[in-house]
């Protein structure tokens, strides 16, 4: 059973969240040991007070990795300092959580999805209808900054805009669309909990990640002649007369501007700072959008909306708290024994030494887990804290791409991940059953990615 606090209370520590971002963030740049602590305990404090009201599933899974964790520790002996720092581990996670939707936030209050709206009415006015297509390449487009929220964005467009499609059917595109997204954007939480895991850049596994994601929506092409659902509600929208196209279409070009140039600011700045993608992003998400507000004169509309945000930010994120920081907690302590070694060895002996098959057995048992409830963030953290790229021959690179590719079918997979929920509930249908309808492309996918990861790593691309 969950509880709920007063809502002056889930305010505060919305705020709380903020500010220990902010602490963070100042600390990535100016390392402290004294910010890492303060941030570190707010941390904790955060997770207690999530733990209370998250749901019990949740619930049951964060106390478990803190009592491993914890275990671990005590038998290990460190100094106490590093347990409450293990706290802070993940932070960077939950940082770009709480900030990325601040790109969302701009992009509605400057009008662009309005016009957008209106500019795909027009299209649809000039042209065959075509609702499928154009919300994949909708979702496969804004979803590499918005992360989850292009998917209700993209499906509310769809309604107002397209002059026809299923309700059931398009919601599965947007959901495989999305994975596009998540197998290389350096604004996802999986891509860049990989990067730190295995201390690589970005810029050395994004081509590598880009090409997975192409032969992903070749896949996604080919397996979408085959979907299909019994009673699926179609949804029809009257042509209208296609709006003044004239402002809209200047607003696109902004929009167009305003996404290359936060794109190449991202990817300069990784190449020039030290600091991780994962705080790059963060601070871009913290500052672009407010200096695009005052260029564009919206910044007092801007600023309210990031106030309610702020205030609603332990709400949207409780869930994230709490399996967030119990798995960085517990993965930190699994630094301290000799489990990597172990699984390592047991992985190395089940692929028969094999490269591929290996890849294929991580990614099946990253499914499985996350089928069972796990959320991929700590099977992602357990298996990428344990493994040895050196000891299968590969590189930090390789099991990157690898790790991000298995998170990526996971949440196509489980009825448990936020995007199969989201999807689940726009389209009116059981979670379980969109794993139903989607368990022969993901299938096809553990067959098919591993294999063309591999031979990326055999031209030394990855």
């Not at 004294?34 to 599933?57: D, M």
């Not at 009008?111 to 154009?134: D, F, W």
Request: hydrophobic share 55%.
């Amino acid at each position: 059973m969950s509880h709920e606090y007063p809502q002056s209370w889930r305010a505060g520590l919305g705020l709380i969240l903020f500010v220990t971002a902010l602490i963070y963030l100042v600390e990535a740049f100016r390392p402290s040991a004294l910010l890492a602590f303060i941030y570190s305990s707010l941390a904790g404090f955060l997770l207690a007070a999530a733990l209370w009201v998250v749901r019990w599933g949740n619930r049951i899974a964060a106390l478990l990795l803190i009592v491993a964790g914890t275990l671990i520790f005590w038998h290990h002996a460190p100094e106490w300092e590093t347990m409450v720092l293990s706290l802070g581990r993940n932070l960077n996670l939950l940082t770009l959580f709480l900030l990325v939707p601040y790109f969302g936030i701009i992009m509605s209050v400057g009008g662009y999805l309005t016009a957008l709206k209106h500019y795909i009415q027009h299209y649809e006015k000039q042209h065959k209808p075509h609702p499928y297509r154009l919300s994949t390449l909708l979702t496969a487009g804004m979803g590499v900054i918005l992360n989850l929220g292009a998917l209700p964005i993209t499906y509310r467009i769809a309604e107002e805009s397209f002059s026809g499609f299923t309700r059931k059917k398009m919601g599965m595109v947007l959901l495989r669309a999305f994975g596009f997204c998540m197998l290389w954007s350096p604004y996802f939480v999986n891509v860049g909990l990989v990067l730190v895991l295995f201390d690589v850049s970005w810029t050395s596994i994004a081509a590598s990640g880009l090409i997975m994601a192409v032969v992903y929506m070749i896949m996604d092409f080919i397996f979408f002649r085959r979907l299909h659902f019994d009673h699926d509600q179609p949804v029809y929208r009257q042509r209208q007369p296609a709006p003044d196209n004239s402002h809209s279409g200047r607003t696109i070009a902004a929009l167009s501007c305003w996404m290359l140039a936060l794109l190449s600011l991202s990817f300069t700045l990784d190449i020039l700072l030290e600091v991780s993608m994962l705080t790059i992003v963060s601070v871009l998400a913290l500052t672009f959008p407010l200096f695009w507000a005052l260029a564009i004169g919206s910044v007092r509309e801007y600023i309210q909306t990031i106030v309610q945000d702020v205030c609603h930010a332990f709400d949207r994120l409780r869930n994230e708290l709490a399996i967030f920081i119990s798995a960085g907690y517990f993965g930190v302590s699994l630094s301290y024994t000799d489990l990597g070694d172990s699984v390592s060895q047991l992985i190395l002996a089940l692929s028969f030494e094999s490269v591929y098959m290996m890849s294929v057995i991580i990614i099946v048992l990253t499914v499985l887990l996350a089928l069972a409830g796990f959320h991929p963030v700590i099977v992602v953290i357990g298996i990428g804290s344990a493994l040895k790229p050196e000891l299968f021959g590969t590189s930090p690179g390789f099991m990157a791409v690898l790790l991000v590719t298995a998170w990526t079918l996971a949440t196509q997979l489980s009825p448990f991940s936020g995007s199969v929920l989201m999807t689940a509930g726009l389209t009116g249908v059981s979670p379980w059953l969109i794993v139903k309808k989607n368990a022969l492309f993901v299938l096809a996918l553990i067959v098919v990615l591993p294999f063309i990861l591999y031979l990326l790593w055999q031209m030394n691309l990855v």
